[in-house]
């Protein structure tokens, strides 16, 4: 053992950090990024906006960022339902957003459950803030699919744990599947000491007809819904995240923010993108064409998708994922190992991309099937 690694906090030793592959391919479909470029028109109205504040970057920025925090609020209640400004919270990306969750909530001697496979990186901060983890599991029950999370199985596990903080996926990743909000009402009413977050990072690639927890804020100031700008918005470069939630949870929330998180760039870039929302989510029915096209076109190659309200696609059936993912680079296509065996996750871009993949998959060959000698 290192000097440095014996100085480190004994649950670090021997982890390592997260992070997806940043590889120069010709198509990379791996991390979920929007694969559109921000449009010009935004381009020069985020130049503008930046120009704007650069004079006065000599000052701290507006500590609660008071502006933009109407404009997330503006955006919200698009959906139908009401948000003020008070009930919104934002960070450098929603992973900022889901910290202060923890360091407000968490911490050593309390505990957080998610139900897995999900977002990878609940637990993993989890542990930068001393909470333990604990590893709810999917597919148990009456479902209909082996990574589907039933009522009955939810409000049983959160029940035998009372934890401190419950995640929620809804579109799950890696899985892409939506939660039935009878699930969140139910997880919701189980955990009585519990911060119930409902991770809706993909919301807006769902299906038609399929709900948001939004519509369950009213009268449960335990509940947050997280959301993010990184992928519908084509703005993953921007990093920034955003919940809603009980007032009184977000001004909680201001105990353990740094002070002046968000720079005054920040700010301003983020407005002026939100300024151009309709732009910015124009491509959004174009990414759910594609993905529905992946979901459509794998099991004629002997594959086996799962239903996605995301904009991506995991599917299954193949006899060694890790053999598949390096097949695949060989073509020129980048596509995410998630870890779970006889699968693989495959973001939904442009026709051009999915088109490279599907030629890419179906170009390897029955050998790579799972069942096949």
């Known amino acids: ?10 649950d670090l030793r021997g982890k390592t950090a997260y992070g997806a592959p940043q590889l ?3 198509f990379a479909l791996n991390t979920n990024e929007n694969s559109y470029a921000v449009p010009a028109a935004v381009v020069d ?3 503008a906006a930046v120009a704007a504040v650069a004079p006065g970057l000599n000052r701290y920025p507006d500590r609660e960022f008071t502006d933009l925090r109407g404009d997330l609020a503006a955006y919200l209640s698009r959906s139908g339902t009401a948000v003020s400004p008070e009930q919104v919270w934002a960070g450098n990306g929603s992973n900022e957003v889901l ?19 999900a977002y990878s990186m609940h637990p993993i901060i989890t542990a930068t803030t001393g909470t333990t983890w604990i590893d709810g599991l999917r597919g148990i029950g009456d479902t209909s699919g082996p990574f589907d999370l039933s009522l009955d199985s939810a409000v049983s596990q959160v029940t035998e744990h009372d934890p401190h903080l419950v995640f929620l996926c809804s579109p799950n990743n890696p899985t892409g599947t939506a ?28 299906r038609p007809g399929t709900p948001s927890a939004l519509t369950l804020l009213a009268g449960r100031p335990r509940l947050v819904v997280t959301r993010t700008m990184s992928k519908a918005f084509a703005f993953a470069g921007g990093r920034l995240g955003y919940l809603a939630a009980d007032p009184e949870l977000v001004d909680a929330l201001r105990l353990v923010r740094m002070p002046y998180h968000l720079s005054s760039t920040a700010q ?8 151009h929302a309709d732009t910015m989510l124009a491509t959004v029915d174009v990414i759910k064409e594609q993905r529905d096209r992946i979901v459509e076109a ?29 097949a695949l680079l060989d073509h020129g296509v980048l596509v995410r190992d998630v870890g779970i065996a006889h699968y ?12 490279a993949f599907l030629e890419a998959i179906a170009s390897l060959g029955p050998d790579h099937l799972e069942g096949q000698p």
């Not at 053992?1 to 004994?10: D, G, K, N, T, V």
């Not at 910290?99 to 496979?117: D, I, K, S, V």
């Not at 004629?300 to 890790?322: E, K, Q, T, W, Y």
């Not at 693989?344 to 088109?355: D, I, N, Q």
């Open 1 to 10: 053992m290192s000097e440095i690694e014996s100085l480190l906090r004994e």
């Open 344 to 355: 693989l996750r495959v973001t939904a871009g442009t026709p051009e991309e999915t088109s």
């Open 99 to 117: 910290l202060h969750l923890l360091q407000a909530f968490g911490g050593p001697r309390r505990a957080a459950l998610g139900f897995t496979p």
């Open 45 to 47: 109205e985020i130049v």
């Open 298 to 326: 794998l099991p004629g190659l002997g594959l086996v998708p799962v239903a996605s309200d995301a904009n991506f696609v995991l599917f299954g059936g193949l006899r060694d994922s890790h053999r598949t993912w390096q």
């Open 268 to 275: 301003a870039v983020a407005r002026a993108a939100l300024r």
């Open 24 to 26: 120069d391919v010709p």
């Open 179 to 206: 939660l039935g909000l009878d699930v969140v009402e139910a997880v919701h009413d189980a955990a009585p000491r519990a911060v119930i977050v409902v991770d809706e990072a993909y919301t807006e690639f769902a």
